[in-house]
Every structure is written in structure tokens, then in C-alpha cells.
């Protein structure tokens, strides 16, 4: 495999191009590509098996623009459904993000912790699995936060702080009424509402989501492996759906990726 081969990072719109960020900033010569599933987007409101075929189908895509040394799946609803699936038939590494659970049990110190994920996330088993082993004697307060996530996705960019407010408003009073001291952000796509999100809550509050564990693992990996870029090309930016396009420029833009179009 050769080290100068791109790290692939997907999800179903723009949640995962914060943790690309993180690893850009700390491996300068790394080379990316990032396909955003529109086509497909949201997959918080699919079956487990339909999120399956979406993330299996998408990998097969980026693998079309050339074939990458790492894969990371920088969406949770997406890696606590389909993990296992993607690691089996992949032959290279595969990263997933899935909610900081241990985190936020290990920061709270009244025990009771929030979770804000997609609907997908919160009623599946994988979430509930993490509570029982690393929060068992926390109250966990689940929040599912679809209408953020459709938010983020298409009207963030023209969106003042009077607005978000308002769409995160609901969340903010559930978590409230439940006494949290903690929030874990259990969506790629909330990594963009952290600072109203904290506002909103009381700078007491911690929010946490999984960039530093994610970040971490991908270079434990790659340096494992020998796998460290040498020669820095352009980074690019997919998708699936050119619908929109204008919005998806802007964000590519704004972490410093080419953007490519739909990806063929
Ligand atoms: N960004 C994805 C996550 O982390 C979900 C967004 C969606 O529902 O498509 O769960």
C-alpha cells in the first residue's frame, strides 16, 4: 500500500469534515478525500439495513478515485450500524466515531450525562452497549436531534446565532430539565453548534464529541504501519448529489479542500 495514498473520510453530508480538520492540522502532508453521501443524506432516519448498503455502496465509490490507506467513517449513525460490515470486506484500516461515552462518564461529576445523536443512534443497540460499559452508574439523557442535523447540513452557512438558538432550543431545555453537567455530541454534524450549544447550556457544561480519540487512533495506526505521507497533493471534496452544490463549496472551502462535484 503506498503512504502517499489518501485517507478517505465519509459521511452523509458535511458532520465528518471537522475531524478530517483535526488530522489535517496535526499530519500537514497527509492527503484526503471526503465524499458527503447527499444523495443519501440523512441516514439518521434509515433502517440499520439501508444504512448498511449506503455506507458499503459509498466506500465503493471513493474507491473508484483511487484507493485509500485508511478509512474513516466520521459519521456515528453510520459506524455503530455498519462498522463491522465495512471492516470485513475493506483491507485496509477502517476508523469509526462513535459517542464519547467514556469520556463524558469519566468528566461528569454529578453522573448525569446527555447524548445528542440522530434517531438511528439513540435507538439502536450499539449506544446502549457503550452506557452499560463505560456510564453504567450514570443517568444518560438520549436526545435525538434530527431537525439540528438538517440544519447543519443545509442552512448553517446562512444562519445567524438567533436562528441556532432556535433550533437547538428544545434539546437544550430536555437536557436542562434532566440536571446534565455533561453533553455528548454523538453526531459529526453538531461539532458545528458546540459554541451556541455551551452557550445555551452555561459555560459550566462540558460538551464532548470524539475528535481527540478518532484523531488519536488514525495516527496510532498510521504510524504503526509506516504508513506517514511524504508528498502533499490537493484534497478533495465528493459527493453524491449535486443539489448543493453552492453550499458544499463554501464548506469545502472553508477546510481547505478542492471541491470535485459528484463523484461518478
Ligand atoms: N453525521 C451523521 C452522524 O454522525 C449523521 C447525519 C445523518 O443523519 O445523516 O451521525
Redesign the pocket.
Known amino acids: 500500500m503506498s503512504k502517499n495514498a489518501p485517507i478517505a473520510f465519509i ?3 458535511v ?2 469534515l471537522p475531524y478530517l480538520q483535526w488530522v489535517k492540522d496535526k499530519l500537514p502532508l497527509e492527503n484526503f478525500y471526503y465524499l458527503a453521501d447527499s444523495k443519501n ?5 434509515k433502517s440499520q439495513s439501508e444504512i448498511v448498503d449506503l455506507v458499503l455502496n459509498a466506500v465503493k465509490q471513493l474507491n473508484s478515485k483511487g484507493n485509500p490507506k485508511l478509512l474513516v467513517i ?5 459506524s455503530v450500524t455498519a462498522l463491522d460490515s465495512v471492516r470485513r470486506i475493506l483491507n485496509i484500516p477502517v476508523v469509526g ?1 462513535v459517542p464519547a461515552v467514556k469520556s463524558a462518564a469519566e468528566l461528569s461529576e454529578n453522573k448525569r450525562i446527555g447524548v445528542l ?2 434517531k ?2 439513540v435507538q439502536g443497540a450499539y449506544l446502549q452497549d457503550l452506557i452499560k460499559d463505560f456510564a453504567p452508574t450514570c443517568h444518560v439523557e438520549k436526545v435525538s436531534g ?1 431537525g439540528i ?1 438538517r440544519f447543519v ?1 443545509n442552512d448553517y452557512l446562512k444562519s445567524d446565532n438567533l436562528r441556532i438558538n432556535l433550533i437547538i432550543e428544545d434539546a437544550v431545555l430536555q437536557f436542562r430539565e434532566a440536571g446534565v453537567d455533561t453533553v455528548v455530541l ?4 453538531f461539532i458545528y453548534i458546540t459554541d451556541q450549544l455551551k452557550k445555551q447550556m452555561g459555560e459550566k457544561i462540558r460538551i464532548v464529541d470524539s475528535r481527540n480519540g478518532v484523531g488519536r487512533q488514525i495516527i496510532h495506526i498510521l504510524k504503526e504501519n509506516d504508513l506517514f505521507s511524504d508528498n502533499k497533493t490537493d484534497d478533495c471534496f465528493y459527493c453524491t448529489a449535486e443539489s448543493s452544490a453552492e453550499s458544499y463549496r463554501l464548506f469545502a472551502k472553508m477546510f481547505g479542500l478542492e471541491y470535485c462535484g459528484v463523484i461518478a
Open positions: 459521511d452523509s453530508g458532520g465528518g443524506f440523512p441516514y439518521g432516519e466520521a459519521c456515528n449513525t453510520a466515531v445523536a440522530t438511528r443512534t434530527s442535523v447540513e454523538g453526531c459529526t454534524h
